[in-house]
């Protein structure tokens, strides 16, 4: 593994390097097969050097491991009281990760993150110190369901705030990715 790589993937991104289903994935690291923890959004993180040893173990490339060409790293931030299908979709992406409570941005770790949040999030007004830590600094922010921003929102004080009017979908985020590339053609797409 090289120092740009991540130090731990998601269980899909691990399913995907190993060619198996996430529920798959999901019992062995229930079965204690992989190192990893648990978010406090529920969502399992496989520590890089527990896959990497899996894999020479059985002989699997570890070549997917580390992308050639960096990929934005995608977060969404969204209420947990209106939940929906492409959330679902989304935290399948190798590149994204999908975060219902507060306490999730101190996963965020990526120099190049994108991150997808919520306005309906009531916390998020009065209190968005969580988004200002330093690996929020160069990251780009998309405010989607932005007609639920409250005019003294703090949030808006972001200089990398960009506003969306609807909820969040697999194309909202696709079309951010294929702008992000035309800006940057070396990434490459994350699903």
């Known amino acids: 593994m090289t120092q740009?790589?991540?130090q731990y993937f998601s269980t899909s991104q691990a399913a995907k390097v190993l060619g198996l289903s996430v529920g798959t994935v999901q019992r062995m690291v229930q079965n204690g097969i992989f190192k990893a923890f648990v978010t406090h959004g529920g969502h399992r993180r496989i520590l890089s050097t527990s896959l990497n040893?899996?894999?020479?173990?059985?002989?699997?490339s570890t070549s997917a491991l580390a992308p050639v060409h960096p990929v934005a790293h995608i977060y969404v931030l969204h209420d947990n009281a209106h939940m929906t299908p492409a959330l679902s979709r989304l935290n399948e992406w190798a590149c994204a990760t999908v975060m219902t409570h507060p306490l999730d941005l101190m996963d965020i770790g990526h120099e190049q993150a994108v991150l997808f949040v919520d306005a309906r999030l009531t916390w998020l007004h009065t209190s968005p110190a969580h988004l200002q830590n330093a690996s929020m600094q160069n990251a780009h922010i998309?405010?989607?369901?932005?007609g639920h921003l409250p005019a003294n929102s703090l949030f808006t004080e972001s200089q990398n705030?960009?506003?969306?009017?609807?909820d969040i979908t697999t194309d909202l985020v696709d079309g951010y990715l294929l702008?992000?590339?035309q800006l940057q053609p070396q990434t490459t797409r994350c699903h």
Not at 53 to 58: E, G, S
Not at 142 to 146: A, D, E, R, V
Not at 161 to 166: D, K, N, S
């Open 4 to 6: 740009a790589s991540p």
């Open 53 to 60: 040893d899996y894999c020479q173990k059985q002989g699997v």
């Open 142 to 146: 998309i405010l989607y369901n932005s």
């Open 161 to 166: 705030l960009q506003l969306f009017a609807g």
């Open 179 to 181: 702008c992000l590339q």
